[in-house]
């Protein structure tokens, strides 16, 4: 169950407590957490690691947050809503822009977020403001309310599909110490000994034309179904 107060902190802040004022800040927790998740991955934002972080007991941070699951909950909604999905743009087409963007530069700078699922996000500013935003941007189109969430979710899955591909590249290349590029470099003895021309034709013949060279594949994916989002709604 979402620890609600917590995820909500800052738009409904709890009444002060008497006494001494606490050492810490739910926030200054979190973004230890992340800062620490960044570099080592989510594995390595513990409790024992945040607190040893932060200078205090791995005790006295239960009394900020109650559990590393409510911690991982905060970690995801912030960095959701660190993307500042505002209506700055002036067209539904230029907001979608701005969504793939910047979720796309969410999981490049916070790789870690490739190994939670968001299929049951957490409840809080950062996921409701990314609904707003889409469905917001899905009714600017015209597209009627039968059919916004359907088309908002849409555009949801299709970017978050190669977001997390690039989170994902972050994360072993990170880890690994090795580049995707490199990677490919080095099983270039595969196409050259093992690879069938003949078994797959299709393949073969897309690489002779030089197919394989375009790799603006994100941006015509999306400017499909946004074609088809326009042309449901003349």
Known sequence: MENYPLLWRRSRP???AAGRP??????????????????????????????????VATMTLYSYVPSRADLVA?????????????????????????????????????????EVSLVRPPLGPGT?????FLIATMSLAGVPTAAVNR???????????????????????????QSTESW??????????????????????L???GGFEDQAVFDYGLALILDGIERSVE
């Open 14 to 16: 709890a009444k002060k």
């Open 22 to 55: 606490p050492r810490l800040t739910v926030d200054a927790v979190v973004a230890a957490a992340i800062r620490i998740a960044d570099a080592d991955g989510l594995e390595a934002a513990s409790m024992a690691r945040v607190a040893a972080d932060l200078g």
């Open 74 to 114: 905060l970690m995801v909604d912030d960095v959701l809503l660190a993307r500042r999905l505002t209506a700055t743009a002036e067209t539904w087409r230029e907001r979608v822009g701005l969504f793939a963007e910047r979720t796309r530069e969410m999981y490049a700078a916070h790789p870690w977020l490739t």
């Open 128 to 132: 409701m403001a990314e609904r707003e």
């Open 151 to 177: 088309a908002s979710l849409a555009v949801t899955a299709y970017v978050y599909a190669f977001a997390r591909e690039a989170g994902e590249d972050a994360r072993l290349s990170r880890a690994s110490g």
């Open 184 to 205: 490919w470099h080095e099983r270039g003895e595969f196409w050259e000994k093992w690879f069938d021309v003949e078994a797959y034709p299709a393949m073969t013949a």
């Open 207 to 209: 690489w002779n034309a």
